[in-house]
C-alpha cells in the first residue's frame, strides 16, 4: 500500500503552498485531491491514511476530499469514447477491444481550501477561500 507516501506528498505540498502564500500550515481547512478510476491509487486507502499522518501536525484539522475522475478509453477503430470500466474494454460502437487511454490515471491536488480569517488583509487571495 503506497497510499501513505502519497499522503505525506500531499502534506508535502500544503507545507509549501502555505508557506508560498504566506499562511500558517493550520490554516489550511481541506484539500480536494483528483484521482483518476484507473491510476494505482485506491481512495478509501488515502482516506484512512489522512488522519494518522495529519495527527500531531499544525494540519491536523485539514480534511481530505476525494473525487474520482472515471476512466475513460478512446476507441483505435473508430473513435469512440467510452467509459472503460462501465464497458469492459470492448468499444460500444464496434466491438473492438483495441483502445487508448484517455483519461482515469490522474492524480492531482484539485483544490486547497483555507479557513477564510487567515486570509492575508492586503487582499491578494481576492476573499475568496478557494484558492488553487
Ligand atoms: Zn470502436
Redesign the pocket.
Known amino acids: 500500500m503506497h497510499e501513505l507516501g502519497i499522503v505525506f506528498e500531499i502534506q508535502k505540498r500544503l507545507l509549501a503552498f502555505a508557506a508560498g502564500n504566506g499562511l500558517s500550515p493550520a490554516s489550511i481547512a481541506s484539500v480536494v485531491v483528483e484521482v483518476g478510476e484507473a491510476s494505482t491509487v485506491i481512495p478509501k486507502y488515502l482516506l484512512e491514511c489522512w488522519p494518522a499522518a495529519m495527527d500531531g501536525t499544525d494540519m491536523e484539522d485539514a480534511t481530505l476530499e476525494v473525487e474520482v475522475i472515471v476512466a475513460q478509453v478512446q476507441?483505435?477503430?473508430?473513435?469512440?469514447v467510452y467509459p472503460y470500466l462501465e464497458h469492459d474494454k470492448i468499444?460500444?460502437?464496434?466491438?473492438?477491444w483495441e483502445c487508448r487511454m484517455v483519461t482515469g490515471q490522474e492524480f492531482n491536488i484539485k483544490e486547497i481550501l483555507v479557513y477564510e480569517e487567515d486570509v492575508p488583509e492586503d487582499g491578494s487571495l481576492g476573499g475568496d477561500p478557494a484558492v488553487r
Request: glycine fraction near 16%; include cysteine.
Open positions: 476507441c483505435k477503430k473508430c473513435g469512440t468499444c460500444p460502437s464496434c466491438g473492438a
